[in-house]
C-alpha cells in the first residue's frame, strides 16, 4: 500500500512537473495536494494524458490516420488548418464519432445542419466530442478521456464533402 502512494504521489510529480497551463492556476500548490488530486481518479486514468497535433490542408486531408489511446486517457487535441482557405470554402473539424455511427449518413446530416451549425447535426447525439470548425490559419484545442470502452472509434472532417478523405480512427485499448 505505502509502494503505491508513493507511486501516485511520484506521478503526481511528474504530471506537476510537466507543467501545462493548469500550473499557473495553482502555482502554489504542494506536493501533498497534487498527490491528492491525482489519486483521486487513479483508477480510470493512471497513464499520462497525450498530445494529439492534427492538420488539415487545403487539399482536404488529415496528417493523422490512427489515434491511439488506452480507455479513459485524457486525449489533448490540436486541430490546425494548416492551409489558407476560407471556413465557407474549406473549413475543417474534427468529430469523434460514437461506435457505430452510419459515416454517410452523418455526413449528410451534416450538410442538412449547415454552416451555423458547425456541420454537426442533431444536437450532436452522434458525436463523442468535436472542434470548432475552422478555416485557414486558425487552430483550435480541445481535452477530453478516450472512451471507456476499447474498440475503433472513427472520427472525420464532418464539412460537406470532406468525410470520405478526411478520416481516421481512434484505437482504444
Ligand atoms: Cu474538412
Do not use: R
Not at 486531408?61 to 470554402?89: D, P, Y
Not at 458525436?127 to 472525420?156: C, M, N, Q, R, W
Amino acid at each position: 500500500m505505502k509502494k503505491t502512494l508513493f507511486l501516485m504521489a511520484t506521478v503526481a510529480l511528474m504530471v506537476a512537473s510537466c507543467g501545462d497551463n493548469k500550473k499557473s492556476e495553482e502555482s502554489s500548490q504542494t506536493a501533498e495536494q497534487a498527490a491528492a488530486e491525482a489519486a483521486a481518479p487513479a483508477q480510470s486514468q493512471e497513464t499520462e494524458a497525450i498530445t494529439v497535433n492534427l492538420e488539415g490542408t487545403d487539399q482536404m486531408t488529415f496528417n493523422i490516420q490512427e489515434i491511439k489511446a488506452k480507455a479513459g486517457q485524457t486525449i489533448n487535441l490540436t486541430l490546425k488548418h494548416v492551409g489558407q482557405m476560407a471556413k465557407n470554402q474549406m473549413g475543417h473539424n474534427f468529430v469523434l464519432l460514437k461506435k457505430g455511427t452510419d459515416i454517410p449518413a452523418f455526413g449528410m446530416a451534416a450538410m442538412e445542419a449547415g454552416l451555423e451549425k458547425e456541420y454537426i447535426p442533431n444536437d450532436g447525439k452522434d458525436v463523442i466530442v468535436h472542434t470548432k470548425l475552422l478555416g485557414g490559419g486558425e487552430s483550435d484545442t480541445i481535452s477530453f478521456k478516450a472512451p471507456s470502452e476499447p474498440g475503433s472509434y472513427d472520427y472525420i472532417c464532418s464539412y460537406p464533402g470532406h468525410f470520405s478523405l478526411m478520416k481516421g480512427v481512434l484505437i482504444v485499448e
